[in-house]
Every structure is written in C-alpha cells, then in structure tokens.
C-alpha cells in the first residue's frame, strides 16, 4: 500500500490523482513515482485512457477502489460506453485494467478520441476545492475535448500552460492559475457552449446504459419521427435536418466541435450514423445531435423507442353511425400511404361493414382516432340503414342527420343517389312527380320572374329538380331575357342620380341595421349582404358601389367582424341570463352563445369572468 495516494475526488482527472501522489509523496524522480504506481518505471499511460489501473487499485489505501471504480470515475471511458458497441466497451475496460500498450486502447476505441492540447480548470473550483478538501485538482470533464464552460458555474475554463500528456506530473495549484490564458471569453453563444459542457458531464457521472448502435440510431428515429424529419417510410430528411442544426449552432461553433456539416454534401459524420455498417463517431457529436432535438441525455437514454406507427396499434374504430359495431375497435385493415407534398402518412381503414374512411396522421392525440378525414365508402350496411330510415320508417332528414352524424344537405343527397340507383322505386316516381307539380305551380303563380328569381323562392325544389331531373327542368323554366342597355339619355338621367340615391340608401342603413341586430329577438350578425338583401336598391349597391362613396363609408363603419359578432352574442346572452336569475356558469354561457373555448378573445374571457 502506498500511504500518500489517496482516494480519487468527486470527478477528478486519472491524471490529476498520480499528480497529487507524485507532489505528496516528494519523489524527486516522475519515473519514481511511475514504478511505484504502476511498476514500471517508464510508463506512458493515456490521460483519458490509461492502463495497468489493477496494479495501481493494488495499491490505494481504499477497498471500496476498483479497476472498474478507477475506469468509471477518472477516465473518459463513461462518456464513450453509450455510444459504442457493448462488447468493444467490455474489451476497453480488461485493456484498461490489464498491462497493455497505449496503441492497443487507441485500436480498440476506433481512433475517435480527441484531445486537448494543455489541461483546463475552473478558477470557482478552484477556489470551491481548496476551501472543501484542502487543495485543488483537475477536474476531468473540464478536459473532454468540446468542454469549454465550467458546468456547475457556467464560466469560460481557463487554459494552463500544462500540456494533456503523462510525461510530467502537475498537480493543480495557485502558480498555474495566475498563468492561465482566458482563451474562450470573446466567443458568442457560450449557452451552446454550456448546453454541451452540461451533457458531457450528466453522461461521465451517471453511467446511462450502453446502447448497441442499432438502438441509438432506433432512439433517434423515434424523435426524427415526432420531430417530423423522418417520414412514414423511415427516410430521413437531411435536407432540411442539416441546414437547420447548422442555423441552430452556427458553422463556428460546429467548427469548434470539429463537427462540421455542409447540405450539399452527401457524407458527413450525421449521416454516418444512420447508415447500416456505421462506425462510432466522438459522443460530442451526438449531444449536438442530441440537443439540437430539444433532447437532454437523461431523457434520450430512457427513451423507449417505437416501430413508426402513425395511428398506433390496432384494431382500430369503426366510425359507421348505422353499424352495430359502431366506435368498437372491429378494424383490422389500415393501410399507410404518404403525401408526397407534406410527407405525412394517411391511413386507408377498411371494416367488414363495408365502411371505407381515410385519416390524415399521424395521430396525436387521443380525439384524433374518433376522427376521418373522407370516406371513400359507405358500404352497404351504412346505405341499407339510410334507405330503410326513410322509406319504411319515414324518418326525417332532419332526425336522420344526427344519427348519421352528417348535415341534412348531405345526407338528402346521398339518399336521392341511392334512390337513383334504385330509381324504379315508388319514392323516386313519387318525388319527381311532387317537384314537377310544386315547380309548375310556381311558373303560374309568378310568370314574370326569372328561373334566378324563382330558385330564390324555391331552392330546395330547384336543386332537386336540377340534380335529378335536369332536362325537364331546363325545358320548364322561363326563357332567359337579354339584359336592357341604357340608351345615353337612360345613362346621364341615371348618373344625375347618383347621389340622390346614395343619400336615400345611407338613410336607410340605421333602421335596416336596427332590424337585422335582433331579428326574431336574437343576435344576427351584422353583413353587407344582409343589409344589401333589405334594401329598394339591391341591384344599383351590388354593381354600382364606386357610384355610392356615401353608401360605402356608410357600410363599412356598421358591419361586423366575426368577432364583433360573437362578443356581441355573448353580451345579449349574459344579459337574458341576468333578466331570467339563470345561474351562471362558463358551459352553459359558451352553450348559448354557440361559442367553442378555442374561439374565445381575452375580452370575451374577461367578459364571462366578471359574471361568473
């Protein structure tokens, strides 16, 4: 036992404990002290990987120090485990612990140490070690190449004049900082610089676990694919990956790093280590990668990585309204396609019920599977439950709508298609027949106006006339007449009155807007077009607006924004809700007011907050 060596301090460099011992123990000789802590006399080790650490564990007046203690908290061999195959970091620690040459380490390592030229401290550990344990020492991750800020104090480390080598044994003191060169204070962004510090020193004292490299390009899959630069068929996108960490770190700090990254270029080490035959790069290299994804180390080693499943496990909902099986997880055939444009997945799910829909994905969020985006196919349960709803239980399309979850428009037409399909059915006959007569009666009792005027009266009769019984239509509708073109004398009598008219109509707006704010006691928004629909120059104010400057102004400074409109909404009902002493509450507000949490304004929360 060698009575001077003591038990390394929390971090410390390998370098910096047979430093201590060489300064306590006052050999006049470094190969005095080599041949006492190694038994051989010129030793050479590594500073950042050294060997014969069995012989010098020997040695320590401390059980508790192994080899494997030795390897673990004063090399850097636990920033390289992760990153490097299991069985390759096995064979680094019996090469470290056995008496082995420094090229033979090197091999095994695949040559991607890299090194400071000279030793690094804090000068706030410093002062922080001297006051704690009596003297100070070089902390090991202040050495790492890529390490340029203090982690725990967020300063620029300082450089010593004591080059990273072996050959001399220099403990920390006093002397070595009053030479220090601050060689780090003029560069810019030193938070990246800090973000990289803070990682290297997580990983060298917390020990994560070693990832074979297929897990850690599958770890970073899974985050490419949340982060949306991996599509659904695993292919990154390093076009657009690149340029962005090269806009995030700027090229001198990648410089710095010796990680440089250029777009146009079809290798580069982030490539390299995604590829399928991949060599291990530098760790420093991958806490780039690691950060650049919003990723600390902690949280990238309990990662939990997943195949790429855009809408998750199945089975997966059936969202036919008229099956029995509906919302009930029944589906078993999603087939993935991707958009070529955004890159995103969709899914095609086909049920046994012959409901066919598509969704836009990926999903993320429990609400998204109870969502479609089209439905290629109703199937024939969905069609047979429609036309029996109508025909044999006569149900309207109103009460249909909201068991088919789909608006009354749509769904008259799919059943009117179906009816088509079918159009040998006493239905079909019937209601052509109905349409014909209703629009017949309507050609007499209005023979002036035109088949534009007649459809404002009768749209509903008309669209059904025109989708399926188009011919007769056109056959039974008034002729178009040739619109009249003012002769010069029409003209000048029309323009002489333009500004008569646009006063009268600029009289009408107020009532008009009077009128329209509640129109059958309740708010209506307040539009052009609602007010243009009441008023004796409906036409003149569609075509001729640069006639009316009056007219114009005048509309412009009373119609509504939607949010106008819902604020003015909401206002009427907490003001009915005070007249009936309902009771307030923020549900049954919004529930009035037709108003959804998303479309509310700070004023409109405010506004409910003052009543509630």
Same mark, same amino acid.
């Given at each position: 036992?060698?009575?001077?060596?003591?038990?390394?301090?929390?971090?410390?460099?390998?370098?910096?404990?047979?430093?201590?011992?060489?300064?306590?123990?006052?050999?006049?000789?470094?190969?005095?002290?080599?041949?006492?802590?190694?038994?051989?006399?010129?030793?050479?080790?590594?500073?950042?990987?050294?060997?014969?650490?069995?012989?010098?564990?020997?040695?320590?007046?401390?059980?508790?120090?192994?080899?494997?203690?030795?390897?673990?908290?004063?090399?850097?061999?636990?920033?390289?485990?992760?990153?490097?195959?299991?069985?390759?970091?096995?064979?680094?620690?019996?090469?470290?612990?056995?008496?082995?040459?420094?090229?033979?380490?090197?091999?095994?390592?695949?040559?991607?140490?890299?090194?400071?030229?000279?030793?690094?401290?804090?000068?706030?550990?410093?002062?922080?070690?001297?006051?704690?344990?009596?003297?100070?020492?070089?902390?090991?991750?202040?050495?790492?190449?890529?390490?340029?800020?203090?982690?725990?104090?967020?300063?620029?480390?300082?450089?010593?004049?004591?080059?990273?080598?072996?050959?001399?044994?220099?403990?920390? $003191?006093?002397?070595?900082?009053?030479?220090? @060169?601050? #060689?780090?204070?003029?560069? *810019?962004? &030193? +938070? !990246?610089?800090?973000?990289?510090?803070?990682?290297?020193?997580?990983?060298?004292?917390?020990?994560?676990?070693?990832?074979?490299?297929?897990?850690?390009?599958?770890?970073?899959?899974?985050?490419?694919?949340?982060?949306?630069?991996?599509?659904?068929?695993?292919?990154?996108?390093?076009?657009?990956?690149?340029?962005?960490?090269?806009?995030?770190?700027?090229?001198?700090?990648?410089?710095?790093?010796?990680?440089?990254?250029?777009?146009?270029?079809?290798? $580069?080490?982030?490539?390299?280590?995604?590829? @399928?035959? #991949?060599?291990?790069?530098? *760790?420093? &290299? +991958? !806490?780039?990668?690691?950060?650049?994804?919003?990723?600390?180390?902690?949280?990238?080693?309990?990662?939990?990585?997943?195949?790429?499943?855009?809408?998750?496990?199945?089975?997966?909902?059936?969202?036919?309204?008229?099956?029995?099986?509906?919302?009930?997880?029944?589906?078993?055939?999603?087939?993935?396609?991707?958009?070529?444009?955004?890159?995103?997945?969709?899914?095609?799910?086909?049920?046994?019920?012959?409901?066919?829909?598509?969704?836009?994905?990926?999903?993320?969020?429990?609400?998204?599977?109870?969502?479609?985006?089209?439905?290629?196919?109703?199937?024939?349960?969905?069609?047979?439950?429609?036309?029996?709803?109508?025909?044999?239980?006569?149900?309207?399309?109103?009460?249909?709508?909201?068991?088919?979850?789909?608006?009354?428009?749509?769904?008259?037409?799919?059943?009117?298609?179906?009816?088509?399909?079918?159009?040998?059915?006493?239905?079909?006959?019937?209601?052509?027949?109905?349409?014909?007569?209703?629009?017949?009666?309507?050609?007499?009792?209005?023979?002036?106006?035109?088949?534009?005027?007649?459809?404002?009266?009768?749209?509903?009769?008309?669209?059904?006339?025109?989708?399926?019984?188009?011919?007769?239509?056109?056959?039974?509708?008034?002729?178009?007449?040739?619109?009249?073109?003012?002769?010069?004398?029409?003209?000048?009598?029309?323009?002489?009155?333009?500004?008569?008219?646009?006063?009268?109509?600029?009289?009408?707006?107020?009532?008009?807007?009077?009128?329209?704010?509640?129109?059958?006691?309740?708010?209506?928004?307040?539009?052009?077009?609602?007010?243009?629909?009441?008023?004796?120059?409906?036409?003149?104010?569609?075509?001729?607006?640069?006639?009316?400057?009056?007219?114009?102004?005048?509309?412009?400074?009373?119609?509504?924004?939607?949010?106008?409109?819902?604020?003015?909404?909401?206002?009427?009902?907490?003001?009915?809700?005070?007249?009936?002493?309902?009771?307030?509450?923020?549900?049954?507000?919004?529930?009035?007011?037709?108003?959804?949490?998303?479309?509310?304004?700070?004023?409109?929360?405010?506004?409910?907050?003052?009543?509630?």
């Amino acid at each position: 036992m060698l009575p001077m060596i003591k038990t390394p301090y929390p971090d410390e460099l390998f370098y910096s404990v047979i430093s201590r011992y060489h300064n306590w123990s006052r050999n006049r000789l470094r190969d005095e002290s080599m041949e006492k802590l190694f038994g051989k006399k010129n030793f050479s080790p590594l500073a950042g990987f050294p060997s014969r650490l069995s012989i010098l564990a020997s040695r320590i007046n401390d059980d508790m120090i192994t080899p494997i203690y030795l390897v673990n908290h004063t090399t850097f061999f636990p920033l390289f485990r992760p990153f490097i195959q299991n069985e390759r970091a096995n064979r680094l620690e019996t090469l470290m612990s056995n008496n082995v040459q420094s090229n033979q380490i090197q091999t095994t390592m695949g040559h991607i140490e890299k090194r400071k030229k000279y030793l690094y401290f804090c000068p706030k550990c410093f002062d922080e070690d001297k006051v704690g344990f009596g003297e100070a020492y070089w902390h090991r991750t202040h050495q790492v190449f890529g390490v340029n800020v203090c982690p725990k104090h967020n300063v620029w480390l300082i450089e010593s004049t004591i080059k990273h080598s072996t050959e001399k044994l220099v403990p920390l $003191s006093r002397k070595i900082v009053d030479k220090g @060169k601050d #060689v780090f204070n003029s560069k *810019p962004n &030193k +938070h !990246l610089y800090y973000l990289i510090s803070t990682g290297v020193h997580w990983i060298l004292n917390n020990h994560p676990p070693t990832l074979d490299l297929e897990d850690i390009k599958s770890h970073y899959k899974t985050i490419l694919q949340e982060t949306n630069f991996m599509n659904y068929q695993e292919k990154i996108r390093f076009k657009e990956l690149i340029p962005k960490i090269i806009e995030f770190f700027g090229e001198e700090f990648l410089m710095d790093m010796e990680s440089n990254l250029d777009p146009k270029q079809r290798s $580069s080490w982030i490539r390299g280590i995604f590829k @399928k035959h #991949v060599k291990p790069v530098h *760790p420093i &290299k +991958h !806490l780039i990668l690691i950060s650049f994804l919003k990723y600390t180390p902690k949280d990238y080693f309990e990662l939990r990585p997943t195949s790429f499943k855009p809408f998750g496990e199945g089975p997966w909902l059936c969202l036919n309204p008229a099956a029995q099986h509906y919302l009930q997880p029944v589906i078993r055939d999603c087939r993935i396609k991707g958009n070529e444009k955004t890159g995103k997945p969709g899914g095609i799910f086909h049920c046994s019920c012959g409901f066919i829909y598509t969704r836009n994905g990926p999903d993320k969020t429990q609400s998204d599977k109870y969502r479609y985006s089209y439905v290629k196919s109703f199937g024939r349960v969905w069609e047979q439950k429609l036309m029996d709803s109508r025909l044999i239980e006569n149900k309207s399309f109103r009460k249909l709508a909201k068991e088919f979850k789909m608006d009354r428009e749509t769904l008259s037409k799919h059943f009117n298609r179906l009816v088509i399909q079918n159009n040998s059915t006493d239905e079909f006959q019937f209601q052509k027949e109905n349409y014909r007569k209703e629009w017949f009666n309507l050609l007499t009792k209005f023979p002036e106006k035109t088949q534009t005027e007649l459809r404002g009266i009768a749209n509903a009769i008309f669209k059904w006339l025109y989708r399926n019984d188009k011919e007769w239509l056109t056959l039974h509708s008034p002729i178009k007449k040739r619109s009249h073109v003012p002769n010069n004398s029409d003209a000048s009598l029309i323009a002489k009155d333009w500004n008569i008219t646009d006063m009268e109509i600029v009289s009408q707006i107020p009532n008009i807007v009077k009128s329209i704010a509640l129109e059958n006691g309740k708010p209506k928004r307040i539009t052009a077009t609602a007010i243009s629909d009441r008023l004796r120059y409906k036409q003149f104010l569609s075509r001729n607006k640069h006639h009316l400057p009056k007219t114009k102004k005048c509309l412009e400074s009373v119609i509504e924004n939607t949010e106008q409109f819902r604020i003015r909404r909401l206002m009427w009902v907490l003001m009915k809700m005070e007249e009936n002493n309902e009771k307030f509450a923020k549900s049954k507000i919004l529930a009035k007011a037709s108003l959804k949490n998303q479309q509310l304004t700070k004023e409109m929360e405010e506004l409910i907050e003052s009543h509630l």
